[in-house]
């Protein structure tokens, strides 16, 4: 695809939907501001997406529009005016989201960096390479390391034996399943991100 700086190359635009759930996907080299832009259909906040659910997924690296660079940040535009309740669990990203304060998320069990705490989110049980903003979060500067996954190059996330987020999920808010349809959770405690193991 071709295209301008002012054209959306983003790999999931989401504007103004309802109870919209995206899971289980591995995103690499969308285009834009991010792989899903969550936006409005206009000017005020009842006309923003409602009760959407991003769980499960990767996010890989993002490219900026018409270059390979890859984006400083941006997995997710979290948008100016979602309304309802809105989750982002269980996902795994290399480049953090883009959230405003008016619009209100539970970002829990995530893994991957999370740099500055946005004062509309929630935060609890992620696996941060950067800070904590919430509850049960934790540090863990080696989450995303090659080592721990089967194949990172090749886009296999199964996570190996010892994995850093093993036994860090929220024990109150879970997919069912993980990425490759793993019952949650395995070995007593969910995982977090979006693999589950013993
Ligand atoms: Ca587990």
Sequence with gaps: MTGNNLSHQE???VNGAEKLTISRNIFWKCRGT?????????PTAQEG???????????????E?????PLSAGS?????QCVGTNIMRNNLWLQ????YPQAKWLVTANVGPITSCNSGTTYRYNVSTSRTCG???IVRTDALNASWYEDRANHKWRYLPGHPAAGRGDPASMPAIDLFGTA????GLPDAGPVEIN
């Design 96 to 99: 953090e989201p883009i959230l």
């Design 34 to 42: 991010s792989a899903i832009n969550f936006t409005q259909s206009g």
């Design 184 to 187: 949650r959770p395995l070995g």
């Design 11 to 13: 790999c999931i635009y």
């Design 76 to 80: 997710i535009q979290g948008c100016l």
């Design 49 to 63: 997406p409602r009760d959407m659910v991003v769980e499960n997924n990767v996010f890989e690296l993002g490219l």
């Design 135 to 137: 509850s049960g979060d």
């Design 65 to 69: 529009p018409n270059t390979d660079k």
